[in-house]
């Protein structure tokens, strides 16, 4: 009787031994393993169809389009002022592309075609802007049926959008919004060339562009939305429509032949933004070949801010 308690006794101590001694042994295993998973996922090798992608701590995030983005909780850390902003006029289409706010069947049924709007009743244009309408309307994509239309432009006025200006369009906002080809914008382009209002030149139009294209002047890197925005230059209203008579240009004349290299005329801001810039172009004015000319008549107060070289450059710009 005792020797078959002692038999049973040493059965159960054995048989708990090989299974203590099993289990752990897959954990080790198992350890093993996880640990030379770890290994390749740092050094970012992959041996085997079994073995674990690299972890990444912030994995990319799937396309989202623009209008889902104020419901999303990825962007709880941007700061205040930049959360104001995207809610405020000119911002509230920053997140456009192409792939989100264009419509690219509007171009697949038809073709790429440009419908400009019609001139309204009593509505200021400027030279400039008409300039640009005309050269739409004599190319080969101007259609004046909108049913056709991939693009469409505003005969509205937006290139000066300066509230000091006299050749500023007011209410534009409402104007806009009553257009009933608008739908928020999309398939629009707006030209610009001037926004906000001396010293600080914001970049608010003055109305909300939805999903327009904006080709814009002196646009900024904060505003410019890559592969949808057109970067355009400032050009004056004495701007020529063509590129002078034929044979102007001289055939393999590489640079071309001419009098002037670097030519510029504008107002020089004695304060505010803009002014570090405007007043440090007399080092490069040489009078000759590169001709840069300002002007401090700019404000009515602008003799307040006067310094010794204004009347010199006052009278170069006349």
């Not at 006794?9 to 001694?21: E, K």
């Not at 000119?90 to 456009?96: A, E, Q």
């Not at 900024?220 to 050009?235: M, Q």
Request: charged residues 25%; contains cysteine.
């Amino acid at each position: 009787m005792q020797a078959k308690k002692r038999y049973f006794i040493l059965l159960s101590a054995g048989t708990s031994l090989m299974l203590l001694f099993y289990l752990g042994g897959l954990r080790f295993r198992s350890s093993r393993s996880q640990s030379r998973r770890d290994d390749h996922n740092r050094k970012g090798l992959h041996a085997g169809p079994d073995q674990f992608w690299p972890r990444f701590p912030d994995p990319l995030r799937p396309f989202i389009p623009w209008d889902q983005l104020e419901n999303e909780d990825y962007n709880v850390h941007i700061s205040p002022r930049l959360k104001r902003d995207t809610s405020s006029g000119v911002y509230k289409g920053k997140k456009c592309r192409m792939e989100s706010c264009f419509d690219f069947a509007l171009c697949q049924r038809n073709g790429f075609k440009v419908y400009v709007y019609p001139q309204q009743k009593g509505e200021k244009i400027s030279e400039s802007y008409q300039n640009i309408l005309a050269a739409i309307e004599s190319s080969r994509f101007y259609t004046s049926d909108p049913s056709q239309a991939c693009l469409f432009v505003l005969s509205l006025d937006t290139l000066d959008r300066d509230q000091l200006s006299p050749q500023y369009v007011h209410n534009l906002k409402s104007k806009v919004q009553n257009l009933h080809l608008w739908n928020n914008g999309r398939n629009h382009l707006i030209f610009n060339l001037y926004s906000g209002t001396w010293p600080n030149y914001t970049e608010d139009l003055g109305f909300d562009i939805g999903q327009a294209m904006l080709a814009k002047a002196s646009i900024s890197t904060e505003n410019f939305r890559a592969s949808f925005d057109v970067s355009i230059p400032l050009f004056s209203k004495e701007h020529p429509r063509t590129g002078g008579e034929k044979g102007y240009m001289k055939f393999n004349s590489i640079p071309p032949l001419r009098k002037y290299m670097l030519v510029f005329k504008g107002k020089r801001y004695l304060t505010g933004i803009g002014s570090d810039t405007r007043n440090a172009l007399y080092h490069v004015h040489n009078g000759e070949d590169v001709v840069l000319l300002t002007t401090c008549k700019h404000g009515k107060d602008w003799q307040k801010h006067k310094d010794t070289r204004c009347d010199k450059d006052n009278a170069e710009y006349e």
